[in-house]
């Protein structure tokens, strides 16, 4: 089940992808930018990733919950044992400012635990992809799904996560536009606990993937995420002998589909 389902979300992130950059690439598009009612920006691109995924991914026995999508309410979603949770296009500001920190994110989630991931990053190229039971694995310069392709090719294809080679230095990534004074009292006690300490800024769910690939030790995010931030990445990390933990509850991960689809405080680190 987990390679069918996997390959699945592969093929309508990458699908999204595509239509996402053909967008961003545009000279003549202005992203038609709209307000949500959290005054959080919203594009033309979201909206069309969302129809591509959902459209894919409705052919499959599970909900979706994206967000762009309708949030049915909790007496509804209770009852979902498994169902997709979908961020079309995570890091928004980072699109609008044309930076090219953004993803797709597409997560299969069973009884509250992530167990497939998929986070694509169009502009790169790069395609971040796990399963609990396969690993966690990143492609680079993949675009599209070949005709012959198959999940087993693209893991051949693939690097497993997360990589060696990493220098003995202590490494934070932390969020490009959220880094608020508690993130910064945390980092300054990991400097008085490793010394030289690296601060490493990004957008979107790509903090959670330097994490699962190694390239970071941690990356603690103390402001407001949603559900669908982080349920991909949280695959992807688990699978690669990473959590992301609850920052106030000791050992605690995150649980998905809750009634309130607001997420606790957090921090990504190697597995306690």
């Given amino acids: 089940m987990e390679h069918k389902y996997l390959f699945i979300a592969v093929d309508a992130a990458l699908k999204a992808g595509e239509e996402i950059l053909s967008i961003y690439t545009d000279p003549a598009s202005d992203f038609e930018i709209e307000r949500k009612a959290d005054n959080s920006p919203l594009t033309i691109a979201d909206r069309k990733a969302h129809i591509i995924i959902s ?9 979706v919950l994206s967000e762009e999508g309708r949030h049915l309410d909790y007496d509804t979603r209770r ?18 400012k044309r930076n090219g920190e953004f993803t797709v994110n597409i997560a299969l989630v069973k009884a509250g635990v992530p167990i497939i991931g998929v986070i694509y990053l169009p502009v790169k190229k790069e395609l971040y992809f796990a399963g609990e039971e396969i690993g966690a694995y990143k492609l680079s310069d993949i675009t599209a799904l070949e005709d012959n392709a198959t999940l087993d090719k693209l893991i051949a294809a693939s690097v497993r ?59 603690p995010r103390f402001a407001p995420t949603m559900e669908w931030d982080t349920a991909a990445g949280h695959a992807i990390a688990r699978a690669a002998g990473m959590e992301v933990y609850q920052a106030d509850k000791k050992d605690v991960p995150l649980q ?12 990504v680190e190697k597995r306690r």
């Fill in 256 to 267: 998905y589909n809750k009634e309130n689809l607001l997420n606790p405080w957090f921090i």
């Fill in 55 to 63: 459209t894919i991914l409705n052919e499959t026995p599970f909900p």
């Fill in 79 to 96: 009852k979902w044992e498994m169902l997709w949770i979908v961020d079309p296009l995570d890091g928004t500001k980072e699109f609008i």
């Fill in 161 to 219: 996560l997360p990589q060696g080679g990493r220098q003995n230095q202590f490494v934070v990534v932390a969020s490009r536009s959220h880094l608020t004074p508690e993130t910064e009292t945390y980092i300054e006690a990991l400097k008085q606990k490793h010394g030289d300490v690296e601060l490493i800024s990004s957008g979107s769910s790509i903090k959670i993937c330097l994490v699962a690939e190694g390239k970071a030790d941690v990356y």
